[in-house]
């Protein structure tokens, strides 16, 4: 069974400039998170899917992150426009019960 | 915040059993604890979770005190791969609650 997988692995912009991150969760999963880490922090969530409605998005950060999951199946998280201080890697996990189970990350540096 | 207390570091000689405490005081009742991993910077792994009873599985065991306010997460043979930073992890049993991260215990497996 796949895992969730997240593209691009690596994204480097500049400041101003947008960036979309993708997630395909694990297939029949219908709960579907992001987190990110930014430097020198810990782990913190941005928000939740259940299918394609968003259930919790206390996380996100301001106005310039907006995340979709169109048809309940793959999430984006577009950042517009990106600011310094959004590098950072970024998480998405999805889950069928409780357990969620996290894709590699996105690492997003903005110069 | 988090609401569990971790050490910030441990050694574990390899081959031995490693044992990572978690304090969770204000646990309450329908919450479970999650124990996960992250290697690098790879995205957190999973490792094991319960509520009240022992559980065991492939990769770990996870003891719970009777009163639930601590456990420990054991892994039996550590290996040189098992170095990573551990989270402890509590969170209610609904699904659609999200996962807070402290800053978890660095465990370094020393051949």
């Known amino acids: 069974e796949a895992g969730v997988t997240q593209f691009p692995s690596h994204s480097v912009i500049e400041k101003g400039q947008t960036v979309t991150l993708r997630c395909d969760p694990i297939?029949?999963?219908?709960?579907l998170y992001w987190y990110r880490r930014v430097m020198g922090k810990e782990i913190k969530f941005l928000l939740h899917?259940?299918?394609?409605?968003?259930?919790?998005e206390s996380g996100m950060p301001n106005n310039r992150f907006l995340a979709e999951r169109t048809g309940g199946t793959y999430s984006t998280l577009k950042v517009q426009p990106a600011e310094l201080e959004d590098s950072g890697v970024y998480f998405c996990?999805?889950?069928?019960?409780?357990?969620?189970?996290f894709g590699p990350g996105t690492r997003l540096t903005v110069l | 915040d988090a609401k569990t207390t971790q050490p910030t570091s441990m050694d574990c000689a390899e081959g031995r059993a490693a044992n990572l405490p978690c304090n969770h005081s204000?646990?309450?009742?329908?919450?479970?604890v999650y124990w996960y991993r992250q290697i690098h910077s790879q995205g957190p792994q999973y490792i094991i979770h319960?509520?009240?009873n022992n559980e065991t599985n492939e990769m770990a065991s996870l003891i719970i005190t009777e009163d639930r306010k601590s456990s420990t997460l054991i892994l039996p043979h550590a290996t040189l791969r098992d170095t990573a930073v551990y989270y402890c992890?509590?969170?209610?049993?609904?699904?659609?609650?999200?996962?807070?991260f402290g800053p978890g215990t660095r465990l370094s497996v020393l051949p």
């Open positions: 996990a999805s889950s069928q019960t409780s357990a969620q189970y």
């Open positions: 297939s029949g999963h219908d709960n």
């Open positions: 899917f259940v299918k394609e409605s968003k259930q919790d």
């Open positions: 204000t646990i309450s009742g329908n919450e479970y």
């Open positions: 319960g509520l009240k």
């Open positions: 992890i509590v969170k209610g049993g609904n699904y659609g609650q999200n996962f807070v």
